[in-house]
């Protein structure tokens, strides 16, 4: 089972229509995966830098690598 922290499952039931589906997942990568779509379709701005919600995206991805 992959742990999530509380901060984690709050982002992803913000930012994902099927969260649920997301947190029920057994495959990590495919978790990761979900996320790394995410940073790269909304969290960057137009120089191509990080922006807030990607470094808010990028923790959350970070947390569930470094915890599992």
Known sequence: MIQFS?????????NFENAKDILAEQDIKKVLRVIDDLIMDKGFDVNYDLN??????QRVYDSIYYNN
Do not use: C, S
């Open 52 to 57: 807030d919600f990607g470094r808010e995206a």
């Open 6 to 14: 509380e901060q984690d499952k709050k982002f992803i039931m913000e």
